[in-house]
């Protein structure tokens, strides 16, 4: 029997003996990360069907739940730390060549935390430990970010450092009012209890808890530190940072809003915030002329999307939602890290600087090309599965509501494909003709990007691979009941 | 209004922190005043944590000394928690100071009203 809390106290352990290792070797602080995360990544993998038939329910110390602290690893739970090791994985092995410079060992120590606070925070059934997680990942985050030490990356980690700060602030309120009311930590116990409690004394909390929550998660208004972090952190971060952190700050919002308050009022207020978060994203990714701050606008414009598509409610929607989270983490990963090269080759992060890269590297920029495509979504990528289930998960709902909203989706994405197309135009058909070297990434960078290619296509084309995990993932967010039986006894 | 002090005299002084803290991080225009409203912010919070588990002359929660009265016990739960919450603020600010010094090798100023290369 896979305990599921070797998830964590594994990447946990090897995070703290890298800098040991280094004292020895000090090449080895490279190898570590891509270690821990393939033995998560195999772990969750031999746990997922498991936790198909019945969550494993970890109680620690020895008591019971309520009044132990306990992980949850249900379909969700283990359909986010697999994600999390995978893409992890992947960008550690993009790591090995592309981090040279600075304090290598603590770039590899902070990696690994950053990893194991998110892959705590997906698994955690304890609302204070959700905290902690959440703060392990986002204090690695911040000093990621800082990485470089140039003038921008420190400037955008002073503002993600100082927005960051106040929102965990108030998630501690809400979870101290939460444990005044109700005299318990535990997600499932609250949820049982929370029934029996006046709405007006759940009002509070559970807006301090979304708006701690949605600073992580990038919720407009609440996300103008984002463009700053993910452009100016190294590209391997950047990708972590739109492919990781903010679908796990986006996780703790839906387990919140599903599984503790069951509130179904707000779905409708949430589905608004998703569409402003999704054209403001848009619009402001569509006048930037950086790479990489369009790509990180366009994590705006897509959180949004997601978030959208997790308050229609429906087990339609949340799937949809679930697999359009899957699919952006994939292809926003594979944007960054084939940006990376292409930015090192043109010196610039200017998207005029890109001009005639196509022919220059042809390689990397045919995965930034199906990166982009499966983005906006195209068949055969994966991004077109997620999109139409979205697109019918709100047309199935027959409200006029959703059906305008989809609309503006729809808008947004004419946005994307005007953005994305412009990028792609400069690659391929700017420029003048000169025989300029063929110089392609190193194989290193090469290996995580064509895994990330053939997972957009695998899914893309035979989106029956996780159809069935997302529904049940989908189905333990919305039966908030079978939570907590499952929890409780 | 003097009872309602009376009753409620640490949750008045934990919120009040609070917004005292808030207050200085949206207005104050120096990194290091904002980092100080961020420690009195986590002060605030704690505080806050901590009256919620606290009963008028309550005493530390050990059961194998059988002059304490069950009734008189603290819930230690809060306090186990703001400890927790204690270490992380640690952390932040230092990561916050470490980062100032950065900032000021860089732009020679801590002034975030000048500190604006990073625009929309």
């Not at chain 1, 700060?165 to 009311?181: E, K, N, R, W």
């Not at chain 1, 759940?202 to 998660?217: D, R, S």
């Not at chain 2, 020679?108 to 990073?118: D, V, Y």
Request: charged share 10%.
């Amino acid at each position: 029997m896979v305990n599921p809390v070797l998830l964590i106290i594994v990447p946990l352990g090897l995070a703290f003996a890298i800098p040991l290792f280094a004292l020895f070797w000090k090449g080895a602080a490279k190898y570590i990360p891509p270690a821990a995360l393939g033995f998560n990544l195999i772990v969750s993998l031999i746990l997922l069907p498991r936790v198909l038939a019945e969550p494993i329910i970890v109680s620690l110390g020895g008591w019971q739940p309520p009044f132990c602290i306990n992980l949850v690893a249900g379909p969700v739970g283990i359909l986010f730390s697999a994600i999390i090791a995978l893409v992890g994985l992947l960008v550690s092995i993009y790591a090995l060549d592309y981090i040279r410079e600075g304090a290598v060992e603590r770039y590899h120590t902070l990696y690994l935390l950053l990893l194991t606070g998110a892959t705590g925070v997906v698994l955690t059934g304890d609302i204070f430990n959700l905290f902690v997680f959440f703060e392990i990942l986002c204090i690695s985050s911040y000093a990621l970010v800082a990485y470089l030490g140039e003038r921008s990356g420190i400037e955008s980690a002073v503002k993600y450092l100082i927005q960051g700060s106040v929102g965990s602030s108030f998630l501690l309120i809400g979870i101290g009012l939460l444990y005044g009311q109700f005299g318990t930590l535990n997600i499932a116990d609250i949820a049982e209890k929370i029934t029996s409690a006046s709405p007006i004394s759940l009002f509070v909390p559970m807006v301090l808890f979304i708006t701690g929550l949605g600073v992580e998660a990038a919720i407009f208004p609440l996300n103008a530190w984002l463009p700053d972090a993910h452009s100016s952190a190294p590209s391997s971060i950047s990708a972590i940072l739109s492919g990781i952190a903010i679908e796990v700050g986006l996780y703790a919002v839906t387990r919140v809003i599903f599984t503790i308050f069951g509130a179904s009022g707000i779905l409708s207020f949430l589905a608004v915030l998703g569409i402003l978060t999704l054209l403001v994203g848009e619009i402001c990714a569509f006048s930037q002329n950086n790479i990489k701050r369009m790509l990180a606008y366009s994590s705006i414009g897509q959180i949004g999307l997601i978030l959208f598509a997790l308050a229609i409610g429906t087990s339609y929607g949340v799937a949809g939602g679930l697999f359009q989270l899957l699919s952006h983490t994939l292809s926003k990963a594979l944007l960054f890290l084939a940006a990376g090269y292409m930015i090192y080759r043109a010196g610039s992060m200017e998207i005029s600087a890109m001009e005639g890269m196509g022919k220059k590297m042809p390689i990397t920029c045919l995965a930034f090309t199906i990166g982009a495509f499966s983005l906006v979504g195209l068949p055969p990528f994966t991004g077109f599965p997620s999109k139409f289930l979205i697109v019918r998960a709100a047309l199935a709902t027959q409200e006029a509501f959703f059906c305008v909203l989809i609309g503006l989706v729809l808008l947004g994405t004419v946005i994307e494909v005007a953005y994305f197309f412009r990028v792609i135009q400069v690659l391929y058909f700017k420029g003048e003709k000169m025989n300029s070297v063929k110089k392609e990434a190193p194989i290193a960078a090469l290996i995580p990007i064509f895994f990330f290619v053939a997972l957009i296509i695998t899914v893309g084309i035979y989106p029956r691979l996780v159809t069935d995990v997302l529904n049940s993932a989908a189905s333990e967010f919305l039966n908030r009941l079978d939570y907590i039986r499952s929890v409780l006894g | 209004m003097m009872s309602f002090l009376n009753s409620y005299i640490y949750y008045t002084g934990a919120f009040g922190l609070i917004l005292i803290g808030l207050y200085i991080i949206l207005v104050k225009h120096n990194l290091i005043k904002v980092i100080v409203g961020l420690g009195i912010l986590d002060t605030g919070v704690n505080l806050f944590l901590v009256s919620v588990g606290y009963i008028t002359k309550g005493t530390a929660p050990i059961f194998s000394r059988s002059e304490i009265n069950s009734e008189h016990m603290v819930d230690p739960v809060p306090q186990a928690l703001v400890l927790t919450a204690i270490v992380i603020g640690v952390a932040v600010l230092a990561l916050a100071l470490s980062l100032s010094i950065r900032l000021y090798k860089h732009y020679g100023t801590l002034n975030l009203r000048k500190i604006r290369e990073q625009r929309w």
